[in-house]
Every structure is written in structure tokens, then in C-alpha cells.
């Protein structure tokens, strides 16, 4: 038997109106550097729609929600309070 | 939205993962973005369990969309080492997918 469902993720409704061939432009969005990663300020951490990730220790949003590095140093994720939090250690 | 979570140990390894939901960007048997995300994912499973043979704790539900990846607590040097790789290849691709598809992929990396 196989062992990978390549439907694993989908959704199971039949019919209704089909999304079919729909494709998303590319955002550019998305994790840049993961937790553990060396980083330059001003370095991009993550790119966002909104502010699902908000900027702990030594890091900061910009205009386009975007978080970046105030100084040199480890990416760190993490949750405050229920939200995600990017910061930055010192090395 | 399909969530991907990747777990991580104080050494920053990746220690497992856990992928649940629907994309829901077409219908079942034409959502390219979970066959995307199926196919990386438990592609990563199936090396690390048949090539490398690491006996990784493998759990899933189709019904529900869901899977989940924990490596043993304890594992050889090298066997850590081509985890590595596997894991990390995979992390790669989920983020190209990510970058790509962002409305229907999100990717949480959790410190252990």
C-alpha cells in the first residue's frame, strides 16, 4: 500500500463551484530566517500580512508589517500572551 | 489553511512536526497545494523512517487532515546528521510552497 495520501490536506467536499486553476500571485511573504539563525540589523525576519507575528526583543515592524533586526544577532521565535513573537537575541 | 508546525529542541534541531488542516484551494483530488504539502511532508517521513531508519513515531488522519512526526529522544550522530538534511530539505521546500501560496500555507516554528 502506499504509504503518502497526496490528498492528505484537502478538503473533502464534492462538487460545488471549483476553484480550479486559481493561482495566487506570489506574495513574497513567509519566514525568512528560522529560530536559531544568525541575523543583521535591519535584516528581514518575516514578511506578513498584517501583524499575525509581532516584534519582541530587539526587533521592530515596518511600514508593511515586515519585522526586522535592531541589532546583530539569533532569530528567536516565541508566543506573548497568545501572539507570536519574533525577537532577537544579542550574540 | 493548512498549519505546519515545526518543532525545534534548544539545539535549534528540528525534533518533529505536525501538519493539520485543508488548504481548501480546490476540490479534493485537484488541490495542487495539498498535494504540495502532502508530499514533502511525508515524503520527509518516509526517508527518515525507510532510508535512514530511524524509528520515528508516524501518526496521521486522513478524516481529519492531520499528521504528526517526533523523532526518538535519543539518536545516533550520524543518524542526527542525515535528520538533519531530510528535515531541513523539507523545511525548505514548505517555505518556496510559502512563499508561493501564503493564503493557504502557514508555517509556526516552535522552541522546545
Do not use: W
Request: with cysteine.
Amino acid at each position: 500500500m502506499a504509504f503518502i495520501l497526496i490528498q492528505l490536506h484537502a478538503t473533502k467536499k464534492a462538487g460545488g463551484s471549483s476553484k480550479n486553476g486559481r493561482d495566487s500571485i506570489s506574495k513574497r511573504l513567509g519566514v525568512k530566517l528560522f529560530g536559531g539563525e544568525e541575523i543583521k540589523a535591519g535584516s528581514i525576519i518575516l514578511r506578513q500580512r498584517g501583524s499575525s507575528t509581532l516584534p519582541g526583543e530587539n526587533a521592530y515592524m515596518g511600514k508593511d508589517y515586515s519585522i526586522h533586526a535592531k541589532i546583530d544577532g539569533i532569530v528567536e521565535f516565541g508566543e506573548k500572551g497568545g501572539r507570536k513573537i519574533a525577537s532577537v537575541k544579542a550574540k | 489553511m493548512i498549519s505546519v508546525k515545526i518543532q525545534k529542541n534548544k539545539d535549534s534541531k528540528i525534533v518533529g512536526y505536525e501538519v493539520s488542516g485543508h488548504s481548501n484551494s480546490a476540490e479534493h483530488g485537484q488541490d495542487i497545494i495539498c498535494a504540495s504539502v502532502s508530499s514533502i511532508t511525508q515524503t520527509a517521513a518516509l526517508g527518515l523512517l525507510t532510508v535512514v531508519g530511524i524509528n520515528i513515531k508516524f501518526e496521521r488522519d486522513e478524516a481529519k487532515g492531520f499528521q504528526k512526526v517526533t523523532l526518538p529522544s535519543e539518536l545516533s550522530a550520524e543518524d542526527q546528521i542525515y535528520s538533519d538534511i531530510i528535515l531541513l530539505t523539507m523545511l525548505a521546500g514548505l517555505s518556496d510552497l510559502y512563499e508561493q501560496y501564503s493564503d493557504f500555507i502557514e508555517i509556526i516554528i516552535e522552541e522546545k
